[in-house]
């Protein structure tokens, strides 16, 4: 049996970016001291940290010193290489392990562990040349995503293929690296589910949310999304599958697309999730607290709402006039220290919460 950590044990997060910084802030508010490693010395994150680790995903010496520090490593980033968390894991527990970042870097890997694990997904075929490409959009057909395998996130390495695109351009423009080719969902809205996984292998989810995207970038969520029971316990069945599955520990998200009343899995992210922001202040547990908790094999909060709540992204100008947010009483606000403001950057969020709408 894994003893819990008791408060005052050391925390690591490797990567530094918004998600590890509000890691950081719930976990300090459980009383851990955290440490992040990430290449940037002045990352989000480090700037709330305990300690801040600054070198190379590559400088394995430097991964496992940081390790050796800490009681348990967890992570803010998919991306993550594999030969740093094993390095990582021959000096403390790392949690979720090596299987979840496995299962979703790659996005074939991903996909076909969605359909095994009984989610569904949409037809999809391995795209290695632009022979590949032309044989795999005449059996799955028009308008369709070809997708790099990895390394895509808010929509990049993406091109939608529609009944004029030309094939070599479309190959062309995601640099002609190893792909994905899917079919289209023709969804009528996008959902979530964030869920968590402890060591024990308990899974609970807070209620699913509704998602707007645009230019592949999440930009407003609603919480609880107005879905039937039944939507949101086949949301929970997935949710499971793909958590026993990963073995994960810890929360992570699964991106849904609804058809036609049905779940389609778009994607799995093992980590807490932009869309789940809004439990920050509509739960009396955040996915940030909950995901400690899981790490530290504390038993898990409430992922009951007590409000609803309309999540809205601040991305690049968005965070300009923060004085009006600021000022906005009916508004949380919530900014991540970013230095520079960019176009498409996530600079912060606000959460409107407003009381749950009552059952009928
Ligand atoms: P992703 O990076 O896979 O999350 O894709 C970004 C966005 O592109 C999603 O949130 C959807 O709006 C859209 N998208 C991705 N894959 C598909 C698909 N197979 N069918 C329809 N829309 C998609």
Redesign the pocket.
Known sequence: MTQPLAPGSVIGIFGGGQLGRMLAMAGAGLGFDIHVYDPDRDCPAGRVATRICAAPWDDMGAVQSFAARCDAVTFEWENVPAAALDAAQSRTPVRPGRKSLELTQDRLTEKTFIRDAGGGT?EFAEVGSLAELETAVEKIGRPC?L?TRRF??D?KG?AVIRDETDLAAAWAEIGENPAIL????P?QR?LSIVAARTLTGEVAAYPLAEND?SG?ILRVSKAPALVSPGLQSQALDIATAIGNGMEHVGVFAV?LFDVDGGLVV??IAPRVHNSGHWTMDACACSQFEQHVRAVAGWPLGPCSPHSACEMINLIGEDVVPWRALAADYSARLHLYGKRTVRPGRKMGHINRISPLPRQS
């Open positions: 949409v995503i997708k895509g996130y929509g993406q899917e079919a289209f969902a969804f996008e995207h592949g991106e778009n994607e």
